[in-house]
């Protein structure tokens, strides 16, 4: 029991109140304003593992990976983001401080750094696995966005490192530690931030840091406190909405009001609700720690616009850490035995499980390709085919890292991040 607890940890991977700071703004914010080379977000661009537009990828890994800059860092969990020319990265520091630094992307040449108090340790049980930064951060042209262990959130500009404003979320209203630390990766939108924090999820604006709205505050216990997935943006039933999943409950959540128009329970060990849900169409998977894995189609009537939360499918695959991808009519799937597995959407079937790939693992997939990096640093190119299990071509590229990894794909040698437990490593991904 206590080495299923422990991982609980890992969890990453995979709010009136007085904002700090004058500085005088050097952007606009401008969410929709992201070049081709961004990964600017938690899971990437649209926060489903899918980059944005790219090239087709090259057929192989070896051979074709060349090293552009490595830096060596402090722990962390969080997986790397880009924009404008930059990646910024996080670590814990001497368990004392968060940091976080901005490299160029092009040299690895460090532009700034800034760094806050920040650290706190976790249930002994989970003491193993760390007790370092793990949200992944999230940033726009001139804003980048962090959430620290100890649910404080700051706003830095992109460019200096300067601090805009920054909330300690328990010192400005009360709200209890998350007792394994803050996991949620915030998400910018439309000039404003949405995080679940151990107060609830909830709305800010970007500019300023002023709380808009707070909903979804959860239970006071450690199982149902806080929560470890983070929320994305899709259109269900001709609604824009935030899907969210707490640490007992999947739900659609109005972006304005954050009223919460839709709620499923969904069983999990311990309150491990722990990936992203994904959006297919008018449906939404997800796959819980000792649950099962289930597919809801969610309908709204249109006389009475009450909305209607039907589970089309469920069976015993268990999900855990890993959020998954969807390629065409098929969800592809990192499992809590370690394999990997490909379900239809229509109806949930298995078409194959991988014998065991590792204990987590992140994914990106352009077309019908999946990169994934597994925990033991091996970087897989995978072709998405329901027929069988395919692994064009693997790569060691870090001794050990849980974050999740960053791909650009603007022209035909792709940028791919690496970000081990102790390090952060640049390759190009050059075609033969």
Same mark, same amino acid.
């Given at each position: 029991?206590?080495?299923?607890?422990s991982?609980?940890?890992?969890a990453?991977?995979?709010?009136?109140?007085?904002?700090?700071?004058?500085?005088?703004?050097?952007h606009s914010a401008e969410?929709?304003?992201?070049d081709s080379?961004?990964?600017?977000?938690?899971?990437?661009?649209?926060?489903?593992? /899918?980059?944005?537009?790219? +090239?087709?990828w090259?057929? =192989?890994?070896?051979?074709?990976l *060349?090293k552009?800059w &490595?830096v %060596?860092?402090?722990?962390?969990?969080?997986?790397?983001v880009?924009?404008d020319?930059?990646?910024f990265?996080?670590?814990?520091?001497?368990k004392?401080?968060?940091r976080? /630094?901005?490299?160029?992307i +092009?040299?690895g040449?460090m =532009?700034?750094e800034?760094?806050? *108090?920040?650290s706190? &340790?976790? %249930?002994?049980?989970?003491?193993?696995?760390?007790?370092?930064?793990?949200?992944?951060?999230?940033?726009?042209?001139?804003?980048?966005?962090?959430?620290g262990?100890?649910?404080?959130?700051?706003?830095?500009d992109?460019?200096t490192g300067?601090?805009r404003?920054?909330?300690?979320f328990?010192?400005?209203?009360?709200?209890?530690?998350?007792p394994?630390g803050?996991a949620?990766?915030?998400?910018?939108?439309?000039?404003?931030?949405?995080v679940?924090?151990?107060?609830?999820?909830?709305k800010?604006?970007?500019?300023?840091?002023e709380v808009?709205?707070?909903?979804l505050?959860?239970g006071?216990d450690?199982?149902?406190?806080?929560a470890?997935?983070?929320?994305?943006i899709?259109t269900?039933?001709?609604?824009?909405?935030?899907l969210v999943?707490?640490?007992?409950?999947?739900c659609?959540?109005?972006l304005?009001?954050?009223d919460?128009f839709?709620?499923?329970?969904i069983?999990?060990?311990?309150?491990?609700?722990?990936?992203?849900?994904l959006?297919i169409g008018?449906?939404?998977?997800?796959?819980?720690?000792?649950?099962?894995?289930?597919?809801f189609d969610?309908?709204?009537?249109?006389s009475t616009?009450a909305?209607?939360?039907?589970?089309r499918?469920?069976?015993?695959?268990q999900?855990?850490?890993?959020s998954?991808?969807?390629?065409?009519d098929?969800?592809?799937?990192?499992l809590?035995?370690?394999?990997?597995?490909?379900?239809?959407?229509?109806?949930g079937s298995?078409?194959?499980?991988?014998?065991?790939?590792?204990?987590?693992?992140s994914?990106?997939?352009?077309?019908?390709?999946?990169?994934?990096?597994?925990?033991?640093?091996?970087?897989?190119?995978?072709?998405a085919n329901?027929g069988?299990f395919?692994?064009?071509?693997?790569?060691?590229?870090?001794?050990d890292?849980w974050a999740?990894?960053?791909?650009?794909?603007?022209?035909d040698?792709?940028?791919?991040?690496?970000?081990?437990?102790?390090?952060?490593?640049?390759y190009?991904w050059?075609?033969?």
């Amino acid at each position: 029991m206590r080495l299923r607890a422990s991982r609980l940890l890992l969890a990453v991977f995979c709010f009136s109140f007085a904002p700090t700071g004058t500085l005088t703004p050097a952007h606009s914010a401008e969410p929709d304003r992201l070049d081709s080379d961004s990964w600017n977000q938690w899971r990437g661009p649209n926060r489903d593992g /899918t980059l944005a537009q790219s +090239a087709p990828w090259p057929d =192989r890994l070896s051979g074709n990976l *060349e090293k552009a800059w &490595s830096v %060596p860092l402090g722990p962390s969990y969080s997986g790397p983001v880009m924009v404008d020319g930059m990646v910024f990265t996080t670590e814990t520091v001497n368990k004392q401080f968060e940091r976080v /630094t901005a490299y160029d992307i +092009a040299t690895g040449e460090m =532009r700034w750094e800034r760094q806050w *108090e920040g650290s706190m &340790s976790v %249930p002994f049980f989970a003491a193993a696995n760390g007790d370092w930064i793990r949200a992944t951060p999230a940033c726009v042209p001139g804003y980048l966005v962090v959430l620290g262990m100890r649910d404080v959130l700051v706003c830095l500009d992109t460019e200096t490192g300067e601090e805009r404003w920054k909330i300690d979320f328990p010192a400005q209203t009360g709200s209890s530690l998350q007792p394994f630390g803050a996991a949620c990766s915030p998400l910018i939108h439309n000039g404003a931030i949405y995080v679940q924090v151990g107060a609830g999820l909830t709305k800010l604006s970007l500019e300023s840091g002023e709380v808009l709205w707070t909903v979804l505050s959860g239970g006071d216990d450690m199982m149902s406190r806080g929560a470890f997935s983070s929320p994305s943006i899709a259109t269900l039933a001709g609604q824009e909405q935030l899907l969210v999943q707490t640490r007992e409950e999947l739900c659609g959540v109005s972006l304005d009001t954050g009223d919460v128009f839709w709620r499923e329970k969904i069983e999990a060990f311990r309150g491990m609700n722990i990936l992203t849900p994904l959006a297919i169409g008018d449906s939404v998977f997800t796959a819980a720690h000792s649950g099962k894995s289930q597919l809801f189609d969610i309908q709204r009537d249109d006389s009475t616009k009450a909305w209607m939360v039907n589970e089309r499918w469920n069976q015993k695959t268990q999900g855990y850490m890993s959020s998954p991808v969807v390629v065409e009519d098929h969800v592809y799937l990192h499992l809590k035995n370690e394999r990997f597995t490909c379900l239809s959407v229509a109806d949930g079937s298995i078409q194959w499980t991988s014998p065991p790939v590792g204990k987590y693992w992140s994914m990106v997939r352009n077309g019908n390709r999946i990169l994934s990096l597994s925990a033991d640093g091996k970087l897989r190119l995978i072709d998405a085919n329901p027929g069988e299990f395919t692994v064009l071509d693997t790569q060691e590229v870090a001794d050990d890292s849980w974050a999740h990894l960053a791909v650009s794909g603007a022209d035909d040698q792709p940028l791919i991040l690496i970000r081990a437990l102790k390090s952060l490593t640049s390759y190009r991904w050059k075609n033969p």
